[in-house]
Structures are given as C-alpha cells and as structure tokens.
C-alpha cells in the first residue's frame, strides 16, 4: 500500500501569497492530522480531521485553515503568507481519530 | 497541558558505542509516548511507542525505550550505534480524547555517528 502522500513536495510563495498543500492518506485511513516543523524544532500541531469533521486545533492564527474531503484527502491553506511561515509542513495519517499516526515526507514551504 | 523535553541537542558516539537520547515528559494524565526518527528532508518514521503494560518498549532498528512513571522518562537507547542511525530523533506525548489526538513534540537531538 502507498503511505501517506504529499504535495507539492516543495514550494516558493511570496509574501502576502495564498499557499494550498494536498494530503492522500494511507487507503482505509480516516483521520489526517497537520503538523507545521520550523527549522530546527519539533513539529507542532495545526489541524486534526477525521470524518471530514475538525476534531483539533492547535495555537495558528485564523490565516491557517483545512478541510477534509469525502475521499478522507486533505488540503491545507494558509493565507496572507508571512516570512515565519517558512517550514515543513507534515500531514499524518490514522485509521482513527486517536490510534497510531503515520507521516509524509512533508512540503517544504519557502516564503520569501 | 503535556510537555516533552528532551535534554541534548546534539549527542555525538563513536560506531559500535552505546546510543542514549533523554526525554523527560510532563502529563496530568497517563501519556502515551512515542519516539521517532527523521532523516533528512523526509518526514517522521516511528521507532517505538508506550501506550500501557510493559513499561520496556522495543522497537525498530535495535532501538528501545524504558517508561519509568517515578522518573518522567522515557529514554531511547540502543546498545550499540551504527552509522545509518545519524539523524534526527524526536520524543512525543500524545494526548488522546477518544474523539481525538495530538502529539507534542520535543525540539529533537541530532545523532552524530563518528567512525
């Protein structure tokens, strides 16, 4: 089976731009999770969805929002890009809202 | 709120020599925990976990990882390194809401492995 699928695997976006990222978890998995990875530091939480309902939130401005499709795909956007929005940006899978997460390769995010 | 601090930024050891990463965490509730490895420019695989029972976990690569309750630890070791094991390793609590989970991360220790 594929993993947890991710893209564009990297990216240059201006600031002030608009910025989707896509995720296709792995086949059977309902819950993806969004994790942003400053240079340098832990990956931290930004979204969790699972059966296209928001079931987590971590500490991003309202510029950050998500959404899960009916296919269990996810797309990230963040708006009004800034400099410090620079990172990886890691989806995660699950086969449910709280078991074992699986992660992509990440997108990585320059903002310049 | 749950934390996880991993203490050392950077731990350097010689091939063959004995690996130890230190993660301490903090949780109002049982933590489930977790270790994972990041290589460069790829994402997170997961080493080990402790979720409940045998506080001596034993995961992939050789690696394994000791729950100790009375410390707040939850140290990953391996007895001998190789070289393929350099990278980037991060400790994580996750708190778990049966409707939900969230894995907190420590700010990670890179591995160096010297000849």
């Known amino acids: 089976d594929a993993g947890v699928t991710q893209s564009p695997t990297h990216l240059i976006k201006t600031r002030g731009q608009q910025v989707t990222l896509r995720c296709s978890p792995i086949?059977?998995?309902?819950?993806v999770s969004w994790y942003q990875q400053v240079l340098g530091q832990g990956p931290q939480f930004i979204f969790q969805y699972y059966e296209k309902e928001e079931r987590g939130r971590g500490n991003f401005p309202d510029r950050f929002s998500a959404r899960q499709f009916p296919n269990y795909s996810s797309e990230l956007n963040v708006n009004a890009l800034l400099l410090g929005d620079s990172a990886l940006y890691l989806c995660a899978s699950s086969r449910g809202a709280n078991t074992e997460a699986f992660f992509g390769q990440g997108t990585r995010l320059t903002v310049v | 709120a749950q934390s996880v601090t991993q203490l050392g930024s950077h731990v350097s050891v010689s091939e063959g020599a004995l690996v130890l990463l230190r993660c301490n965490y903090s949780?109002?509730?049982?933590?489930?925990l977790f270790w994972y490895v990041q290589y460069p420019n790829q994402g997170l695989q997961l080493l080990l976990k402790y979720t409940t029972g045998a506080t001596l976990v034993k995961g992939i690569n050789g690696f394994e990882a000791e729950f100790k309750k009375s410390e707040t630890s939850f140290h990953l070791t391996k007895p001998s390194a190789h070289m393929s094991d350099a990278a980037e390793y991060f400790c994580a609590v996750s708190r778990i809401t049966g409707t939900a989970s969230k894995l907190t991360f420590g700010t990670g220790t890179r591995l160096q492995v010297t000849l």
């Open positions: 949780s109002s509730v049982p933590p489930y």
């Open positions: 086949s059977g998995h309902k819950s």
